[in-house]
């Protein structure tokens, strides 16, 4: 690799770090925290965070087109490269960067892998039962993780009906959260 090589974006770069940035936005809307008792915590935040991704990763992970997945990774080396930039501003010290990122990277694949799962089985209470597990560690109030659950779902179907072109922009639209409660 010559001197120029190490100042080249790798491919999809810039859209990943866009998808991730609308992810985070709609990972912050207040009403997860306020209405659905999310924990307004580093924690609460990561699993909306790691929620909203890993919905944007499956979208991307079936698409037809092969630069699907590729901006897959692009997404998720996006998350984890703001992870690393994250904990250095909280003044975390260079010494254990490292090994917070790894485990962040464990929980957040350990999350993604049981919502896919319920996904491809379109198991809402499997679903409605990780997100309690995961972002409320068990304790969700009444009704949140199964409406969490519903929101999964309009959020999958507003990604399944955007087009690869636009996501490979950069360009991506989460639905908001309603703001009254879905299920009882």
């Known amino acids: 690799m010559g001197l120029f090589g190490l100042f080249t974006r790798r491919p999809h770069e810039r859209a990943g770090f866009a998808l991730y940035g609308a992810a985070v936005g709609a990972a912050r809307q207040p009403v997860y925290f306020d209405r ?3 924990p307004d915590t580093l924690d609460g935040r990561f699993d909306l965070v ?4 890993a919905l944007l990763i499956n979208r991307l992970r079936h698409d037809s ?3 699907g997945p590729k901006l897959a990774q692009a997404v998720f080396d996006a998350m984890f490269a703001d992870m690393d930039v994250n904990l250095r501003e909280m003044g975390v010290g260079d010494l254990v960067v490292g090994k917070r990122v790894k485990k962040m990277w464990e929980a957040f694949h350990g999350r993604a892998a049981a919502y896919e799962s319920a996904f491809e089985s379109d198991d809402l209470p ?5 997100l309690a597990r995961n972002v409320w560690r068990g304790e969700a109030p009444a009704g949140a993780a199964v409406e969490l ?5 309009r959020i999958r179907a507003a990604l399944a009906a955007q087009p690869l072109a636009a996501l490979l922009k950069g360009e991506v639209r989460f639905p908001p959260a309603p ?3 879905v299920a009882a």
């Open 179 to 181: 703001p009254e409660a």
């Open 126 to 130: 499997a679903l409605a039962e990780a």
């Open 149 to 153: 659950a519903a929101q999964a779902g």
């Open 65 to 67: 087109d092969a630069e």
């Open 50 to 53: 790691s929620f909203h991704v």
């Open 36 to 38: 659905l008792g999310v």
